[in-house]
């Protein structure tokens, strides 16, 4: 009896083990995200002086949402244009990786540097350096010379005539050539993607597209037919991925930051912190929810 | 006859998609590559070139005088150091942690484990901006839920602006996107066939040593994913950097404040020097600096993160 620890059963044991591995992580998660969590919230519901002996909080209620909603001039504007840039670039973002990963699986001449080539958005893509790259003052001279001096809209207006007289409805139109002109954001910000769908496409089994060509299947069909569907849980998860990236990078960060530090007010930035929150959990859960229904499992 | 005119066909047609296939291929890489190359054009170019009409691409004068204005204004080769030594820090303990953490989650399952994983995710779902500023504030009066306080004596300790906060949050597995890596390592952790982790029991190994023995070493493509995403997140990360440090020296921190002390150095100089173009200039020059190492490091180990994360199973 004395001996305890030698008493326990296998699966108690692997308990007890599993614990300890999971400490480390469960100390963090208490210390650096749930009580933060917690305190956020409390923060966001109250009003908050720094003072010299510390900070003194006091419950105001819901007065620094509305305030954020209401009072504040740039919280409803940015929230706004973060969204509909998510909404507008998750779907190409999306289909451009499936389709480079379908491209790029393929058998030709300098795949190995081509794929190398398209996963180095991974690297340089994030935080600062893609921050600093947009206001580029060079970058935009040389453009300007390399094109005569004319803008650089003047290639995708050409094709945007084109298409209107060919009778493809506007909206289409201006969300396709908006996409070209936003080329390399979209290609800066899908090396992930396409890694995850070209993990994918390898696992699926080559039997599959045998038999279909068996039967007579063309290539444009078997995309359709067995890559679609056999991915299908990888978009989910790409969808996911690449909506909780592209919020982390957007112009709200910064907003709620300069709130919080820059004007000390710690309160309305929590509260603009969880409405932000609550809006990318909304959109989360309405695109998990069309992708899911259609997701093809294998089980 | 009838045979041999549909294979011609058919070889055209393989031939057609080939060549829109390089088309597309080898625009959409230059699409990537340009600004990098167009860096490198700045780079090198002097500062008399800029306005010359006949200099686009190719400099007239070559000239490392960018360099020399960036390396020193950035400090570059003392910012290199403390980079490297705090990315790799960070990149270590994390890996260390979330592949515990992983590893428990897929194989040893306890009472609550599928509640604490739903927390993982939380922490992948939660923007960091949420909770940003109560983790500064609880950095800026570290108390550990007061045991500090009745170590030192009754005073909180301020752990900004030194490494503690990367070392703390790496070491328990939440620092930058360590949800994600816990996720990964969990995905391959149960890839991998019981059986092989049952016959390490039989013969006598404990939980411990099966872990670090057996499956570890079966988990090396996860390992070196994980280990090359948190070196290039953390090497890049402005966000955590400029909250936790404000006076040390990274690259990212000095990148960020490039700009301002460029303007604040050429201000002391000729007034005529401070132009837009040439700061912007010697901005390029400095990205090209700061991202100089990771491209070095990426074209070693590319072969090996591309098919990496194709064994990684995070799709299976």
């Known amino acids: 009896m004395k001996l305890g620890m030698k008493h326990r059963t296998y699966g108690q044991q692997k308990a007890l083990w599993g614990f300890i591995y999971v400490l480390p992580w469960l100390l963090g998660f208490l210390l650096f995200f749930l ?41 409803n504007r940015t929230l706004t244009d973060s969204i509909v840039n998510v909404v507008v670039n998750v ?63 003047i290639g995708t207006f050409e094709m945007e005539r084109f298409m209107l007289q060919a009778g493809v409805s506007e909206n289409i139109v201006l969300y396709l050539t908006g996409a070209v002109d936003r080329i390399y954001t979209i290609v800066s910000q899908s090396g992930v993607q396409i890694l995850i769908f070209l993990a994918g496409i390898q696992t699926i089994s080559p ?47 910064e907003l709620i ?40 499992y294998q089980d | 006859m009838i045979l041999a005119r549909l294979l011609s066909i058919e070889s055209w047609k393989r031939g057609l998609w080939s060549i829109v296939r390089l088309v597309l291929i080898a625009g959409l890489s230059f699409v990537i590559l340009y600004p990098i190359l167009q860096k490198i054009s700045t780079a090198i170019k002097d500062k008399s070139d800029l306005y010359s009409p006949i200099v686009i691409y190719v ?33 270590l303990l994390t890996a260390a942690s979330c592949a515990l953490a992983g590893y428990a989650f897929a194989r040893l399952k306890f009472k609550g484990s599928g509640l ?61 996107k360590a949800g994600l890596y816990i996720f990964i390592f969990r995905q391959f952790f149960r890839g991998i066939p019981k059986e092989v982790e049952e016959a390490a029991y039989i013969d006598g190994a404990g939980v411990g040593t099966t872990f670090s023995r ?9 390992i070196v994913t994980v280990l090359l995403f948190s070196f290039v997140w953390q090497w890049n990360d402005s966000f955590f950097t400029t909250t936790y440090l404000t006076s040390s020296n990274v690259m990212s ?39 100089l190492p990771l491209v070095i490091i990426y074209l070693f180990v590319q072969r090996y993160f591309v098919e990496s994360i194709e064994r990684t199973g995070i799709v299976g």
């Open chain 2, 214 to 222: 057996i499956m570890l070493p079966n988990a090396i493509p996860a």
């Open chain 2, 116 to 176: 604490l994983f739903f927390g993982v995710v939380l922490t992948i779902l939660v923007p960091p901006t949420t909770i940003l500023i109560p983790i500064y504030m609880n950095l800026k009066d570290f108390s550990l839920l007061g045991l500090v306080p009745l170590l030192t004596g009754g005073k909180s300790i301020n752990l900004l602006d030194s490494y503690w906060p990367f070392v703390l949050t790496s070491l328990t597995a939440s620092s930058l």
């Open chain 2, 59 to 91: 400099p007239e004068h070559y000239s490392w005088d960018n360099f020399k204005k960036a390396i020193s204004i950035m400090d570059y080769w003392q910012t290199l150091i403390n980079t490297f030594s705090l990315s790799t820090m960070t990149t």
């Open chain 1, 207 to 253: 039997q599959l597209y045998e038999a279909s060509k068996m039967e007579g299947a063309t290539g444009y069909e078997a995309f359709w037919k067995i890559t679609l569907p056999m991915v299908s849980p990888l978009i989910l998860v790409n969808v996911i991925y690449t909506i909780v990236d592209s919020f982390s990078s957007s112009q709200m960060t």
């Open chain 2, 253 to 291: 921190l000095q990148l960020s404040s490039l700009p301002h002390n460029l303007s604040i150095m050429l201000e002391g100089g000729v007034a005529t020097n401070k132009d837009p173009f040439y700061m912007s200039m010697v901005q390029d020059t400095g990205i090209l600096l700061a991202i």
């Open chain 1, 35 to 75: 009580v933060p969590l917690i305190t956020s919230l409390r923060y966001s519901l109250s009003n908050i002086e720094a003072k010299s002996d510390g900070i003194k909080i006091t419950y105001i209620g819901f007065e620094n949402f509305i305030n954020a909603l209401t009072v504040n001039t740039s919280f």
């Open chain 1, 91 to 153: 779907p190409l973002i999306v289909i451009f990786s499936l389709f480079l990963a379908v491209l790029l699986n393929q058998k030709f001449v300098g795949r190995a540097l081509a794929r190398s080539i398209f996963f180095l958005p991974v690297i340089l893509a994030s935080g600062v350096i893609a921050n600093l790259e947009m206001n580029s003052l060079v970058q935009e001279l040389v453009q300007q010379s390399a094109s005569g001096g004319s803008s650089s809209g």
């Open chain 1, 257 to 296: 930051k300069t709130t919080g530090f820059n004007n000390f007010d710690f309160g309305l930035s929590s509260a603009m912190a969880w409405l932000y929150f609550i809006a990318i959990m909304i959109i989360l859960s309405i695109s998990t929810y069309i992708i899911s229904k259609r997701v093809f």
